[in-house]
């Protein structure tokens, strides 16, 4: 792939990328980090670059595994009183007290949720996804996206009414 061709089709993909890093990271300068190292990767693809058909998903997937490679790098690096401390970094409790009570119960629902499961309902839900680009980009089957967000959803309802009845009885 030459560079007018990387700038017509992948360049204009940098800010998807930077929101997907972003919602990893949580940190800005750290999304910026991860959006521009996924540029470079795929520039230094350089030929091999041609052969993919999906070019959002190929930098998501790039943007993930520098992300998990970051975190692996940072815990080792890292002694436990700093982990405690990214750990509360990226906890959302600062947010939550400024959301209404049925938010603060969603957050928290989806808090308990697998880093994998979070990850489908993110690009489902923020980054409007469609169910192909979400199995491209998690390695997964099409129908097992879509199975895994069809019981998500309903295991989140559930979960949400049973708290709000709880809740309202104590009332």
Do not use: C
């Amino acid at each position: 792939m030459d560079i007018e061709q990387f700038k017509s089709v992948v360049l204009p993909l940098q800010n998807q990328f930077y929101r997907y890093a972003f919602w990893l990271t949580k940190d800005s300068d750290d999304a910026e980090d991860l959006a521009q190292e996924t540029m470079i990767r795929m520039w230094n693809m350089g030929a091999k670059l041609g052969k993919y058909q999906n070019f959002l998903a190929l930098g998501n997937r790039i943007t993930k595994n520098l992300f998990i490679d970051n975190q692996r790098k940072r815990s080792r690096e890292t002694a436990l009183a700093d982990d405690l401390e990214i750990i509360d970094n990226h906890s959302a409790s600062d947010l939550q007290l400024m959301l209404s009570e049925g938010e603060r119960t969603i957050s928290e629902l989806i808090e308990r949720l697998s880093p994998v499961q979070q990850e489908i309902l993110y690009l489902r839900n923020v980054e409007q996804k469609s169910i192909k680009e979400i199995a491209e980009i998690v390695r997964m089957k099409p129908n097992t996206i879509e199975v895994t967000l069809s019981r998500l959803r309903r295991n989140l309802r559930e979960q949400y009414l049973k708290i709000q009845n709880y809740e309202n009885r104590g009332s």
